[in-house]
């Protein structure tokens, strides 16, 4: 900094320093004592209503590791079917399942949660935050990955399970299967997904919102780079999945034909949909853990990272370009030429971001000292199999040799490489390196030895193979092969190196549920690493972090001295729990100025209620006992209004957080995180949106008549009246915050009055289109597909109309005020969606057919 | 004292936009050859599968797409020669900051640069449908 210009001066004096004196010892007591028992994590069994994000992301990685180990052993039972030729151990029909659910399982419910439990778990620690900004959320996110999870893998044991492969390709899930199995997986995922968007709402409003004061952008760890770029994947890539999984679903209950040619559908839309999703997820598992190497690099080879700017680079390019690669599943589908080449140039594309980080890490391990240590010697491990997985990644990228190898063992090997390099290693690495910030003891050097040679070993014994297998034109998902075609040694030593694997696996189980009582806690910050996790006592205290620092490094634990000693003694902010309310503090996006004490809720058990009632919504769907499901639904309603009825208030306008600095204690519109919030989960739902209207004119393009001459319906009247109604709905919405802000009380009650009435008269004006024209959906995919969009708008409309009687009920119990006003605000930007929502139906419905 | 220095670092000029509007133009340049093929061999293509108009149009796309990308990356560079001095991106300054956000932006724009026309490169080979 150049310390003649006065404008850099006053911004570093802007940076506080903690406070000068030594706090006296009995104040300390008497705020550790109070900070205690605001975040005293519940005991017996009320244990299970905490919220804290260090009891939740434990459970939660806990679960995600139980269901890898399940998955783990199916993959063990198929490598014995396949060990040799003509086997019987599995009949056909249970290798079908089995393959089914490793990879369901290993994609939704162990590469992708154990991303969300380690962030959970490890991102208020590396912001200097004392919790996540929603921590109900991440419970509520986590009892319905528990529900879905035990549900999904159940079915197995009644030989119910789904058999379609993790992709659930129709017709085959549609017309050829018609037990329950592919039920479950469509309604069993969705309901997952939504922990999904939940939990990447809550990433990315804690990692722009909840960051410590002075930790700039430009600070930031890398870990929540990383954390942020795949939570805003996983906002756009989740919803075409679930937009898909509806259409399927419909199909199969209702007889909707979106999928089937008999109908006019098309079953290359789901491939769409699915890949749409599918080929982003492989980011998304995969950034989050390459993050984990980011973290232990600079820690041991003692140096910051080298290329910090060309790692975000990495991040968010990687992000975009995986959106443009989803084609390269489908290169053998028929497309037209072109296509292929552009998604086959993208997915080349795509190496240049991945590589320049693997070479940023390679470049920080030659510029430090590297220190001999279990967790780099899984990192670099990771990289080798990584490297390996991505070259392969290239081949098939090409359309020409992935027409030869699509479809056989070479693309299984390449994805092993890709995901055990990309992910499981990594999170092994990330497993050893951060358990110490668990339970307060480090994990034994020489198992972790032991089982990284194991692991590396028995992993390559398994899948190099495979290449060659593949090449020599064994197909996927076969159940067994004939003797002699030249698949039998390769597949045997496969089957030996799965064991092999396995048993490394199984050390580093041991080493992480064998007995510790006896051995010492490890000293604080064991590794000498530099970011801010690091700061926690061992064993860590439930308040997570002693006091909230003034942040000036990107690792403050090498560059600020006495930083340790700071927090520890209370001499930064919020070092105390006055109202014995749990908060922590909110700051800006780019500076991270603060700007809010936020207060946050403590341990419920609503959480709960709400998952397992959603969840009954899910289950009895999965069976078709719709009574059952609506009853559940409309239980959850409940619960959840409850539980936003019932969320923290704030006695205080403002409040003295330390250091000489007041911050009010509520805030409203976009500088609130439940603004953010909202915004973001519409953006998500708006993209499941936009996949259904896709899909309407997907079906134009494969069909010569799209509307089918005559244009039956919806016509023009109903639609255009439906527009105008539910505009007219959404402009008094936004009007009654005026009202509200103006303490207008009249005008806002009557205001939301008429807007629900023109809300519900909208909405019956969008049903009487498609009904008085006479569509029927179940005859061809047109109406079907104009239905889907309707029901689709309407169900938005009518949870519209239920937040606008939420608010009138808020403002009458006095709960909102001209000064408390979030909650309008909030249901007004949901308004803003809705009104597009709105306007691209009937632009589509009634305007499209018009024009073609 | 500068005032437009002040005013160019302050938080409140500043957005995390900027980083990704290079990709972004990226993707719809992406989308709209695919859609723009797409759409054409499905439904326009004569008997020849040619790609006709369809090629000079990504082209067109192509054309537009750089530029825009090569005006935000110019923004970006700006930014990241902001006091010129020195390339440090490291410490706790607000300029720092701004050269960061700067140089990370002109990082973007040479990758989405590359890979627009990666995609452009497929329809200056292909010249039909199929």
């Known amino acids: ?852 | 004292m500068q005032p437009r220095e002040v005013k160019e670092t302050h938080e409140r000029n500043q957005s995390l936009w900027l980083l990704i509007v290079s990709p972004t133009i990226w993707a719809m340049h992406f989308l709209a050859c695919y859609l723009t093929a797409a759409i054409w061999c499905a439904k326009y293509a004569g008997p020849d599968r040619s790609l006709g108009i369809v090629r000079e149009a990504i082209a067109v796309y192509t054309v537009i797409a750089l530029v825009g990308i090569f005006i935000i990356g110019f923004v970006g560079h700006r930014r990241h020669r902001f006091q010129h001095p020195t390339t440090s991106h490291e410490r706790d300054t607000p300029e720092d900051r701004h050269r960061l956000l700067g140089f990370a932006t002109v990082l973007l724009s040479g990758l989405s640069a590359i890979a627009t026309l990666f995609v452009a490169l497929a329809a200056y080979f292909i010249e039909k449908c199929d």
């Open chain 1, 1 to 852: 900094m150049n310390d003649k210009d006065p404008i850099s001066q006053n911004e570093s004096m802007a940076d506080v320093e903690p406070v000068a004196h030594t706090p006296t010892i009995t104040l300390r007591r008497a705020q550790e004592e109070r900070l205690l028992q605001t975040w005293e994590t519940p005991s017996g069994w009320r244990y299970w209503s905490s919220v804290n994000n260090s009891d939740v992301g434990l459970w939660y990685t806990g679960m995600a590791l139980v269901f890898f180990l399940f998955a783990g052993v199916l993959a063990l039972l198929m490598r014995i079917q396949l060990a040799i030729p003509n086997n019987t151990f599995l009949s056909a029909e249970f290798y079908n399942q089995a393959f089914t659910v490793h990879g369901s399982v290993m994609m939704f419910l162990f590469a992708l949660p154990i991303f969300e439990a380690i962030a959970i778990l490890l991102l208020p620690q590396m912001l200097g935050a004392r919790d996540l900004p929603f921590p109900r959320l991440s419970a509520f996110g986590f009892w319905c990955f528990l529900l879905g999870g035990v549900f999904l893998c159940g079915s197995i044991f009644f030989n119910a399970a789904p058999s379609g492969g993790w992709f659930m390709y129709p017709p085959l899930t549609s017309k050829y299967q018609t037990g329950i199995g592919a039920d479950i997986w469509l309604l069993g995922f969705s309901f997952i997904e939504v922990a999904a968007i939940a939990a990447a709402v809550e990433m990315i409003v804690g990692t722009l919102k909840c960051r410590p004061p002075g930790m700039r952008i430009s600070l930031m760890p890398l870990y929540a780079w990383y954390v942020l770029v795949a939570a805003a994947m996983i906002l756009f890539a989740f919803p075409p999945l679930i937009a898909g999984s509806v259409l399927l679903e419909i199909e199969r209950a209702f007889g909707w034909p979106f999928f089937n040619p008999e109908g006019g559908g098309d079953p290359l839309l789901w491939q769409h949909l699915f890949w749409l999703f599918g080929h982003p997820e492989v980011y998304i598992v995969f950034l989050p853990s390459v993050a984990l190497i980011a973290m232990i690099v600079p820690t041991f080879t003692r140096t910051p990272i080298v290329g910090y700017t060309w790692v975000v680079l990495a991040a968010i390019g990687t992000g975009f370009l995986s959106f443009g690669l989803w084609v390269h599943h489908m290169f053998t589908t028929g497309l037209p030429g072109i296509s292929l080449g552009f998604f086959s140039s993208a997915s080349e594309a795509v190496a240049i971001p991945t590589g320049i980080q693997i070479f940023c890490f390679i470049a920080t391990v030659a510029a430090g000292r590297v220190t001999r240590s279990v967790p780099m010697l899984f990192a670099l491990g990771s990289m080798m199999i990584f490297v390996l997985g991505g070259l392969t990644g290239v081949m098939v990228a090409i359309a020409t040799f992935d027409f030869q190898a699509h479809d056989t063992y070479f693309v299984v090997a390449h994805l092993h490489y890709v995901m055990v390099g990309g992910v499981i290693f990594p999170m092994i690495a990330g497993i050893y390196y951060f358990f110490p910030l668990v339970n307060g003891k480090k994990l034994s050097d020489k198992l972790g030895y032991i089982a990284f040679w194991i692991t590396f070993i028995g992993f390559n014994i398994t899948f190099m193979p495979m290449h060659f297998t593949g090449l020599r034109g064994m197909p996927r998902r076969v159940f067994t092969y004939p003797a002699k075609m030249g698949f039998d040694t390769l597949n045997f030593v496969s089957t030996v190196g799965a064991f092999i694997l396995g048993a490394g696996i199984a050390v580093i189980l041991w080493d992480l549920v064998r007995p510790k009582r006896k051995e010492p806690y490890s000293d604080r910050n064991p590794w000498n690493a530099g970011t801010l996790e690091w700061l926690q006592e061992m064993p860590g205290k439930p308040w997570g972090i002693r006091s909230i620092p003034e942040i000036d490094s990107r690792y403050p634990l090498w560059d600020q001295p006495n930083l340790l000693r700071d927090v520890d003694e209370g001499r930064f902010y919020l070092p105390d729990a006055e109202e014995l309310q749990r908060e922590t503090i909110v700051t800006s996006v780019i500076d991270a100025k603060p700007q809010q004490c936020l207060r946050l809720p403590g341990s419920s058990f609503i959480t709960l209620y709400a998952a397992f009632t959603l969840g009954g919504f899910f289950i009895f769907g999965t069976y078709h006992w719709w009574g059952l499901a609506m009853i559940s639904l409309a239980l959850s309603v409940g619960v959840i209004s409850y539980w936003l009825w019932t969320g923290p208030t704030s006695e205080k306008v403002e409040k003295d957080v330390g250091l000489g600095l007041t911050l009010p204690t509520y805030v409203s519109g976009p500088a609130s995180i439940t603004w953010w919030a909202m915004c973001i989960t519409m953006l998500a739902d708006l993209t499941a949106f936009i996949s259904l209207v896709f899909g309407y004119f997907f079906y134009w393009t494969i069909h010569d008549d799209f509307p089918p001459q005559p244009s039956p319906g919806p016509g023009l009247m109903w639609p255009l009246t439906a527009c105008v109604l539910l505009l007219g709905a959404w402009g008094l919405t936004v009007l009654a915050v005026r009202w509200n802000n103006h303490n207008q009380t009249h005008a806002f009650y009557f205001g939301l009055a008429a807007a629900f009435l023109l809300g519900l008269s909208g909405g019956a004006a969008l049903i009487a289109g498609p009904w008085f024209t006479g569509l029927n959906p179940q005859e061809h995919v047109y109406p079907a597909t104009v239905w889907i969009l309707v029901l689709w708008t309407v169900i938005h409309v009518v949870v519209g109309m239920y937040m606008q009687l939420y608010c009138v009920a808020r403002r009458l119990a006095g709960r909102m005020t001209a000064r408390h006003n979030g909650d309008i605000i909030n249901v007004a930007l949901y308004w803003h969606f809705i009104a597009l929502t709105v306007f691209i139906t009937v632009a589509v419905i009634a305007g499209f057919p018009l024009v073609v």
